[in-house]
């Protein structure tokens, strides 16, 4: 089965084909770096890592480009309110720049803890200062803009199309996230630079040919994404929140630059829930990969979890659910590592296993199968070689398992020492194999992950 994906633009599933043959151009919207990610944010990026995984299965090549949001995202969508990295300098008496840099740090090292594939790029707004005057320029140019006492917006009123992709009832104006704001001639138009406030000394400001100020947040993926990947390019993915505000603002402006909707696919992860409701991280009460493992978990549970609803299906957090996983996420690594090696691929498994990730990727049903794989009467070593084709999609790292029991600690040594490797911080990482030898275990590094195995001399006094 050829791959197909959902494409929220056309609200259909349909045959994906690479715009150049074999090779895949992906942006994905990336981290407000002004607090921690949440496992909601985290969960979007799962998505697309299921996404870009599921790509290179089918035989292409992913250029994965992923934006940092350092400067220009301010508290309310609709242009007002304080940049969240000024806001986020108040709350812990930090510059911008310091919170911009910790907390890019602790998402890449959420990022690794996940087993997430490292893009391709990564890109900061506010070293593409430039490409985003440049982009705001072509659209005055081109007559798409206007100032106000503030800063030059868009004018959405000029494009026949504006909020096509979220099906925007503009005569109506229902979209209920936004208000009325200031200056601005629609309440659909958007910020493309701001000033920076006259009585106010922001941290992050940079001179243009319109005064001094910074970038608005859309501008930011329209012109980075432009500049790695082209002005029409695969993919373009998020969360289901930025399909009525920044992606419907992204379109219009390549609309208006390079006459292309930037993505010939654009697609959404749906939200994680709580009990009372969404999980934002403005709010200030929300969970992170952190707290999980504070209570025990590993980062790889919540990847599990992940994988067992479909990425187009809201979910709803329960702590029950997440234990659910740890123990199936265990019992699976476990079985696998109990498996010998030496085995070749069942073909016909992997056939059913691609009909279900190529079917706009449904992950659940693929590791469904990985468990009738295991419980089949299969040649044992053949299934080992089959489950473990099939992590190259799951991402569990169903390689990097034990063939003895491992006490808690050591099992976090491991994790440690994949982490540190991971970051090529070798000097870390041989400590940790150090203190896991001590321990009485002994690490082998395979193709397909790490192996422990008791270490015998220590054992044995
Ligand atoms: P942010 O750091 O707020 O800019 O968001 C980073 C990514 O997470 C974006 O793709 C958002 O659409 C996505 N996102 C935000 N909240 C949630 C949530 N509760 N569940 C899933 N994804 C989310
Ligand atoms: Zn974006």
Known sequence: MELSLYDTWTRSIRPFTPLNPGQVGLYCCGPTVYDYAHIGNLRTYLFEDSLRRVLHFNGFAVRHVVNITDVGHLVSDADDGEDKMEKGSRRTGDSAWQIAARYTEAFMADWRALN?????????????IAEQIDFVQTLEHKGYTYRTSDGIYFDSGKDAEYGYLARLDIAGLKSGARIEGGEKRRPTDFALWKFSPPEQQRQMEWDSPWGR???GWHIECSAMSARYLGPWFDIHCGGEDHIPVHHSNEIAQSQACHGTRAANFWMHGY??????????????EFLTLARLVERGFDPLDWRYLCLTAHYRHQMVFSWQALEGAATARRRLTEAVARLP?????????????????????NLPRALALAWEVLGSAGDPADKRATLLQFDQVLGLSLGAICEVAVPEQVRAWIAERETARSARDWAAADRLREAIRQAGYELEDGTDGVRVRLAPNLHQE
Not at 279 to 284: E, H, T, V
Not at 341 to 361: M, P, Q, S
């Open 213 to 215: 100020g910074f970038p």
């Open 116 to 128: 997430l594939l490292e893009p391709t790029l990564w890109c900061r707004a506010t070293e593409h």
């Open 341 to 361: 090696e030496g085995g070749k691929v069942i073909d016909t498994e992997l056939a059913r296993f691609r009909h279900a990730i190529n079917d706009d990727l």
């Open 271 to 284: 939200f994680l829930k709580t009990d009372d409701g969404k999980m934002s991280k403005s709010s200030g």
